[in-house]
């Protein structure tokens, strides 16, 4: 059984950056995918931004792009979000997500096997 422990998040202002990380438990690391989603209050959990587990391959929604950075450090056995120029809409509680089986392009919430306890994040405005 992985575990997947978030750590990161917090209250800033528009404009302002934050950065999540998520630490997984196990010898396999390399080998996920990971991922970040989003939920924001009485919305649907989405799709914020994916890393594919040997090849690195990255996808972002399109609402992130430019402003979010996904990565990995698997000496760490970390995946990192960096979010830069936060706005008022980017404001939800952030889940990271793995795959066991190095998943390019997963978007999907049904391709993930693992998910962290999540993270508020929280931009005024």
């Known amino acids: 059984q992985v575990q997947l422990v978030q750590s990161g998040g917090g209250l800033v202002q528009a404009g302002e950056s934050l950065t999540l990380s998520c630490t997984a438990s196990?010898?396999?690391?390399?080998?996920?995918?990971m991922a970040w989603f989003q939920q924001a209050p009485g919305k649907e959990r989405k799709f914020v931004a994916t890393i594919s587990g040997r090849d690195g391959l990255t996808d972002y929604a399109d609402s992130v792009k430019g402003r979010f950075t996904i990565s990995r450090d698997n000496a760490k056995n970390t995946v990192y979000l960096q979010m830069n120029s936060l706005k008022p809409d980017d404001t939800a509680v952030y889940y990271c997500?793995?795959?066991?089986?190095?998943?390019?392009?997963?978007?999907?919430?049904?391709?993930?096997?693992?998910w962290g306890q999540g993270a508020q994040v929280t931009v005024s405005s």
């Open positions: 997500a793995a795959n066991r089986y190095s998943l390019a392009h997963a978007t999907a919430i049904s391709d993930f096997h693992y």
């Open positions: 196990g010898r396999a690391f390399t080998d996920y995918t």
